[in-house]
């Protein structure tokens, strides 16, 4: 008997695109699983994520600690991307009357204004800015190359393998998408401007030539 297939969703393609070594460790190693949710659960309640810490609360040295999760830096990139995963599936859920350039649109929008509204972000964001950048919006991490392949999941889904009439490919709209988003999420530590989830609609909107379509 073959095996079943798995289906790409919102909540996978970015692992599945990008895998790290403890995103897949933690299938296996019962450890390092508990480590990275005990670490989730300090980072939602606004607290620091500091591995002495959490090595004296899991009974163990820093070396096992390390052994398990990696570096600090490859631990926090796993909690924040699950919790990226939750905020894309209630945006998806949100967004599922609406369909094309439109849901793109919305569906990133959403994804946006919930990411600043999480405070516990907001506090990392504040505590840890140049780590948070460094993590959060360079290509050497795997949360941006993760929402890269989701926007470009999205995008062949929505629009098809040639969107906007073939006038750019997708993995360059993407990209594009993925920067606007980072730009307005962002906006307090690259340009000491406010966050604003109805300014990156405008701009997803005008991106995607979503009123034009839709008049």
């Keep these: 008997m073959s095996a ?15 895998p790290s070594w403890l995103s897949e460790r933690m299938a296996g190693h019962a450890d390092a699983r508990r480590a990275f949710e005990l670490a989730r659960e300090l980072f939602i309640s606004g607290r620091r994520i500091d591995m002495g810490g959490l090595a004296a609360t899991l009974g163990v040295d820093r070396t096992s600690l390390f052994r398990w999760v990696g570096n600090r ?3 926090l ?6 919790l990226a995963i939750p905020t894309l599936v209630q945006a998806e859920h949100a967004t599922g009357d609406l369909h094309g350039a439109d849901r793109v649109a919305a569906l990133l929008t959403s994804f946006v204004a919930d990411l600043n509204r999480a405070e516990y972000f907001r506090e990392f964001l504040r505590r840890e800015p140049a780590r948070a950048l460094r993590l959060l919006t360079t290509t050497e991490s795997e949360i941006q ?17 040639a969107p906007l009439g073939g006038a750019i490919d997708v993995a360059s709209l993407a990209y594009l998408l993925v920067r606007v988003s980072e ?8 340009a ?10 405008v701009a997803f909107r005008l991106l995607l030539r979503v ?5």
């Design 211 to 215: 009123d034009r379509a839709t008049t």
């Design 192 to 201: 000491g401007d406010e966050p604003s989830a109805a300014r990156a609609g």
């Design 183 to 190: 730009s307005f999420t962002y906006a307090d530590l690259i």
């Design 145 to 161: 190359r993760r929402y890269v392949a989701t926007a470009d999941w999205l995008v062949r889904r929505e629009l098809g393998d």
């Design 4 to 18: 079943p297939v798995q289906i790409a969703s919102i909540a996978t393609v970015g692992v599945d695109a990008a």
């Design 77 to 82: 990139s796993e909690v924040l991307w699950s």
């Design 73 to 75: 830096d490859a631990l």
